[in-house]
């Protein structure tokens, strides 16, 4: 089936915005989800969903699947609050603790976990790493290079064996063995020891693979292959942190069930949610702050993004073939609206393969 007749298939009930004014009358609402919304519509996630979920709706009654995922990401992009109207008693809970995998601080994978499990609980990284690693080479290039960044928590043979075998480069934290201190030069721990503790260190294949070295080199990527650049890679772990932390910004830790299977869903569909909330700013927002007189950016958590962006008085008038979202004049130049609703509207659109 062509794209096209995905989305003409799957059209969402709810009618879309088709223009913006500004406007003098009173207002009420939080206006900026309008812009989130006429986003999802043009990115082309409805007819993904529908493809991948449409089978759970089993009769025409109540609302489509597409209809239901716009309500939950509109639920978590607006962050008021998490309360649901049913819940369970969580007094004795010990949480959760996912396993999630980030790309440029974008979630592209993850396990819902319970909080007694470990970084490492049992095989769960090495089924992750292959099964994304597979994906990878399925659909960008069979050659591609990858390199994983991992920190102490993730410590093990198995998983160096595994991507060893996977023919993939990794960096990850760990001790300083007495073994590892016996056969490095006395001059390098003397140098080291003046750089800083000497409890830790990190491990890697890279310089020492021969292939996967090999395969670095082919693609022009020496400086991989250097002291300085490992070090500067690892160093950027607190990258990794800040998109752990924008999660918890936008999202709660608190997860409103008692049983673990409505919570992984809860769980999913915030993540999910977090996603789009990233790539929205990506596509929207990138460019457009330079001519925006607010401290706000892609980079932005989503509690400076809702105060700036979302959180703002609009009206929504129909006429006979329209639907129109008015705002204030202020609002009108102060954030530049009218040009956010273009990028709304002209962003990369999901292929459907």
């Keep these: 089936m062509l794209e096209s007749d995905l989305h003409n298939k799957y059209q969402i009930s709810n009618p879309r915005i088709t223009r913006i004014e500004k406007t003098d009358d009173t207002l009420r609402g939080r206006g900026g989800l309008a812009l989130f919304t006429g ?86 990284v090495v089924k992750m790493i292959k099964h994304i690693v597979k994906r990878i080479r399925e659909e960008y290039a069979k050659d591609v290079l990858i390199l994983i960044r991992m920190d102490s928590g993730f410590f093990d043979e198995v998983n160096f064996e595994v991507f060893e075998g996977l023919k993939i480069g990794y960096l990850c934290g760990g001790r300083l063995y007495d073994g590892i201190k016996e056969k490095v030069k006395d001059e ?24 996967v070295t090999d395969t670095f080199e082919k693609r022009g990527k020496q400086e991989y292959l250097t002291a300085e650049k490992l070090i500067e890679i690892y160093h950027l772990r607190g990258e990794d942190e800040l998109s752990h932390r924008g999660i918890k910004d936008f999202g709660t830790e608190h997860l409103p069930f008692l049983r673990f299977e409505p919570n992984s869903v809860f769980y999913w569909t915030m993540l999910i949610s977090f996603f789009l909330f990233e790539t929205f700013k990506e596509d929207v927002l990138k460019d457009a702050v330079k001519s925006i007189e607010i401290p706000v950016n892609e ?18 008038v129909h006429t006979g073939r329209e639907i129109i979202l008015k705002v204030t004049v202020a609002l009108w130049e102060r954030i530049k609206i009218l040009e956010l609703w273009e990028r709304c509207n002209s962003p990369p659109v999901i292929s459907l393969t």
Excluded at 96 to 116: C, K, T
Excluded at 196 to 211: A, C, H, P, Q, R
Excluded at 299 to 316: E, G, H, M, P, Q
Aim: aromatic share 16%; net charge positive.
């Design 188 to 211: 390098i721990l003397t140098e080291y020891r003046k750089e800083g503790s000497m409890k830790k260190v990190f491990y890697t294949n890279l310089g020492v693979d021969e292939e």
């Design 39 to 124: 986003y999802l519509s043009t990115i082309g996630i409805y007819p993904l969903l529908e493809r991948t979920f449409g089978s759970i709706r089993k009769s025409r009654k109540g609302v489509s699947v597409s209809d239901l995922f716009k309500q939950l990401f509109c639920f978590f992009m607006d962050g008021t609050s998490f309360h649901l109207t049913r819940f369970d008693d969580l007094k004795n809970d010990k949480g959760f603790q996912p396993l999630q995998l980030f790309w440029r601080g974008l979630p592209i994978d993850a396990v819902f976990r319970g909080g007694s499990k470990h970084s490492n609980h049992s095989d769960t």
């Design 299 to 316: 980079n932005s958590y989503a509690t400076t993004f809702r105060r700036y962006i979302l959180d703002f008085a609009a009206k929504l």
